[in-house]
């Protein structure tokens, strides 16, 4: 129901409590309340003096959702509150309030979309492994978009549609990300399955930056074609053009040709492998895809290789207006790869790992960075209602910056969690991490304690 604002690996202890009620057939209204208790040696993820604590967090909120032939919409909020019984300095409060909808006409014809989005929230982070926040800025964000669409069929088998978006950001404490946007998309595409596939897009994006006064105009354009070769053979083909204006900085404009092709091979019934190459303004791109799924086990393998410049690739994926103030134009070889297996080693124990490593290299800068990480959990059904999990995940990171850092951190738990019925269940464990750097920015140990409940009405 509410995001969980406390760890991912070193665990939770979420109680929900909610009461759903149905209003006029199409409404559902869901009260909600989440509260967590979390034992810990070193609340405050310190090197030295650590000071053990009680932190409890209490997050009631309210989900609306209503569904009928022409309009849909939902409504989600929460205040979440968390208190340190030693350490009441940190105590912190953070909301989040979310209202969509969705009005269509004509089966789909004619239709909008909103969206509003209130956020309250600490930026910053604790530890390498830990959501929890325990120092930070405080900082409050709010969304909101408007988006009209037009859906036409042409034809037996070609689709037409048109949509146009508006986006509203602001920002409390950020004020360089306050923004304005506008969104214009047209797509033609095949409208059945069958041998041949096809698309053609054409978007244009305006942002304004509110706090800069500069605006970014992105055209793209980009057309596709899929071929069923044969029952195990997919083949895919894209061309594109790119352009990208920046109002007080004309010289900084750029344009460019794009292309990606990709073929698909499903080798067994149960196994697929993907192949991919293309090139974008800033560089090539390599990706390979693997999959293969028994009776029993699930594993899955991906590599990624791109160029990527810096400048570039942040004022098209429009994530921070930095690159309209600064020059940052640098080429950087990132390499990706993950892994994925998920087996049964008996009846009731099961095994899965995931890993990923990831390197960075700026060639001209002579830098490197390299990150790697991994996580195995092996869970043990103890009976039909109770699970025991042992798991333990560890990471390393490198960096060859203009100085050498070695980071490494491990986290290890141990869980046994009961279905008390349909919506309840009975949690406890205890975890244990430790977290290690050279240049001693972070170097710290923990020792934590959960047990609760977690229920849903």
């Known amino acids: 129901m509410a995001r969980c604002l406390v760890r991912s690996c070193a665990g939770t202890l979420p109680v929900f ?6 209003v006029a057939g199409t409404w559902e209204i869901t009260p ?8 810990t040696d070193n609340a405050l993820l310190e090197e030295t003096a650590a000071q053990s604590d009680v932190i409890t967090t209490v997050a009631p909120g309210v989900r609306v959702e209503q569904q009928s032939r022409h309009f849909s919409g939902s409504f989600n909020g929460y205040v979440n509150q968390v208190m340190y019984r030693n350490n009441s300095a940190y105590d912190d409060r953070s909301s989040y309030m979310n209202v969509r909808g969705n009005a269509q006409a004509a089966e789909n014809l004619v239709g909008l979309d909103g969206n509003v989005v209130f956020e309250e929230r600490r930026t910053g982070q604790g ?6 926040v325990v120092k930070g800025d405080r900082e409050q964000v709010k969304d909101y978009l408007a988006s009209p669409y037009l859906n036409l069929r042409l ?9 146009h978006t508006l986006f509203y950001q602001r920002h409390e404490t950020r004020l360089d990300l306050n923004k304005n ?11 059945r399955q069958g041998r041949v596939d096809w698309w053609a897009e054409h978007t244009t994006r305006e942002t304004e930056y509110v706090f800069s006064g500069g605006q970014l105009t992105a055209t793209t354009f980009n057309a596709g074609v899929g071929y069923l070769h044969s029952e195990s053979w997919w083949l895919v083909g894209a061309v594109g053009r790119e352009r990208y204006e920046l109002s007080h900085q004309p010289e900084r404009d750029f344009e460019a040709t794009t292309w990606r092709a990709q073929a ?5 019934p149960r196994t697929m492998l993907a192949l991919g190459y293309g090139r974008r303004f800033y560089g090539d791109e390599y990706t390979i895809d693997f999959l293969t799924r028994g009776q029993s086990s699930t594993v899955t393998f991906g590599y990624r290789e791109e160029t990527i410049d810096q400048q570039y690739s942040r004022v098209s994926s429009d994530v921070l207006p ?20 998920d087996v049964a080693l008996g009846k009731d124990l099961r095994l899965t790992i995931d890993g990923t490593a990831l390197e960075r290299e700026d060639v001209e800068a002579d830098q490197k960075e390299w990150e790697a990480q991994a996580k195995a959990a092996l869970s043990y059904e103890l009976g039909p209602r109770t699970k025991a999990v042992l798991a333990h995940g560890a990471g390393r990171a490198w960096k060859r910056l203009s100085g050498y850092r070695n980071d490494r951190y491990g986290v290890s738990e141990f869980s046994v969690s009961r279905t008390v019925s349909k ?19 972070r170097e710290y140990e923990e020792l934590a304690a959960r047990l609760g409940i977690r229920a849903e009405f």
């Open 17 to 22: 409590l909610g009461i759903t009620s149905a």
């Open 32 to 39: 909600f309340v989440r509260a967590e208790a979390l034992y």
């Open 127 to 132: 530890a390498v492994y830990a959501t929890r």
């Open 155 to 163: 034809g037996p088998d070609t689709r037409f549609s048109a949509r």
């Open 181 to 191: 946007q506008s969104a214009l998309a047209f797509r033609f595409e095949s409208d």
């Open 264 to 268: 698909q091979w499903a080798m067994t």
């Open 322 to 341: 930095d690159s309209l103030l600064t020059d940052l134009s640098r080429f950087i070889v990132s390499r990706r790869a993950r892994g994925t297996a």
């Open 423 to 441: 919506s309840a269940t009975l949690e406890a464990g205890i975890s244990a991490a430790r977290v290690e750097s050279t240049d001693r920015t």
